[in-house]
């Protein structure tokens, strides 16, 4: 199985859960489902439930998915635990299309959810999937490897104020206009971004039930690839096209948004994009070919041109 094989397989499998984990559009009050779906099954690449999953079978071994049956609370679980992450990430995008925060109109190549509802309706729908992301985590039904309120630790912390991502998003905001320095340019990439991509890889370490050894590196290579990840998004907004991107491209620019591009260029930008990815593989050493999907996907994260 090759990473394209791993990506459909496992994608199919997490739209089919956020399916059943999100009511149904005829479900009352159907605007608001209708809403919440319309920018949940936009077309995301999923990177984060995947992120998740990978770690998870890293610690546990790649033949979770053969080892477990379908019902089995173990896979259901896990599956769980990685779609909690999607309805953070999705809630966080309908927020920031918001005219409030970013104003944008386009989001992984449709209109965005204000657009489509209006204001009320988008803010309500960010709303419902960020309480409905942690609704499903306290209804997991065990034995599981992990107790779920561990689980939503983590989770509540990447999405919050202090070194999370509703702290970046204010960073980010107040920094519009200004001139930062290095130190406040990190601290709002690993906030705003970074910090749900490293909480992926540490919510499937917490599922997986990792040692203090696994735990410690696998969160370290949370941390890189987070990095890396908006680091690339910064690059594609000067250099690619909105067609491409799915969403309007020179936004940070107009925007005068705080970027890496900005602050040291395009190529010392691009440099930096590979350190990370190389100090985040540096993280996997010891995990062998255990890691492999961990890997592919670092080397995907940087090397995406959407």
């Known amino acids: 199985m090759n990473l394209s094989d791993y990506l459909t397989s496992k994608t199919a499998v ?7 984990l ?9 605007t608001i489902h209708k809403a919440m779906r319309h920018s949940l099954f936009a077309g995301g690449k999923r990177i984060r439930p995947i992120l998740c999953v990978a770690t998870a079978e890293t610690v546990m071994g790649n033949e979770v998915f053969d080892k477990y049956g379908d019902t089995d609370p173990v896979l259901v679980g896990l599956i769980t635990t ?6 953070i990430h999705t809630y966080s995008l309908i927020h920031d299309d918001l005219p409030a925060l970013d104003n944008d109109d386009l989001r992984r190549g449709r209109p965005t959810c204000h657009k489509v ?6 803010i309500l729908a960010g709303d419902a ?14 034995p599981l490897p992990c107790a779920p309120a561990q689980l939503a630790t983590e989770l509540s912390k990447a999405a919050g104020t202090t070194n999370g991502m509703i702290g970046g998003q204010v960073a980010d905001l107040e ?10 340019l990190h ?50 907004d000067v250099t690619q096209t909105s067609e491409a991107l799915g969403k309007t491209a020179g936004k940070d620019g107009e925007q005068k948004k705080a970027t890496f591009p900005s602050l040291y260029g395009l190529e010392a930008s691009h440099q ?4 990370h990815f190389a100090d985040a593989c540096g993280h996997l050493e010891h995990f062998g070919d255990r890691a492999k999907w961990l890997r592919a996907l670092a080397e995907k994260i940087v090397n995406r041109t959407s």
Request: charged share 20%.
């Open 129 to 142: 999937l960020l309480t409905r992301a942690f609704q499903i985590l306290a209804e997991m039904q065990g």
């Open 82 to 87: 990685a779609c909690s992450l999607e309805l």
């Open 22 to 30: 999100v009511p149904a559009v005829d479900e009352r009050p159907m």
């Open 187 to 236: 601290y709002i990439h690993r906030s705003k971004t970074g910090a749900l991509i490293q909480a992926s890889v540490r919510m499937g370490a917490v599922y997986a039930n990792a040692g203090e050894q696994d735990f410690n590196s696998l969160s370290q290579y949370g941390h890189e690839i987070g990095l890396a990840f908006q680091i690339v998004d910064d690059i594609l």
């Open 175 to 184: 920094a519009e206009g200004h001139s930062v320095d290095a130190d406040e």
């Open 117 to 122: 509802f209006g204001e009320a309706l988008a």
């Open 272 to 275: 930096r994009a590979e350190q």
């Open 14 to 20: 997490v739209e089919q859960a956020l399916s059943d």
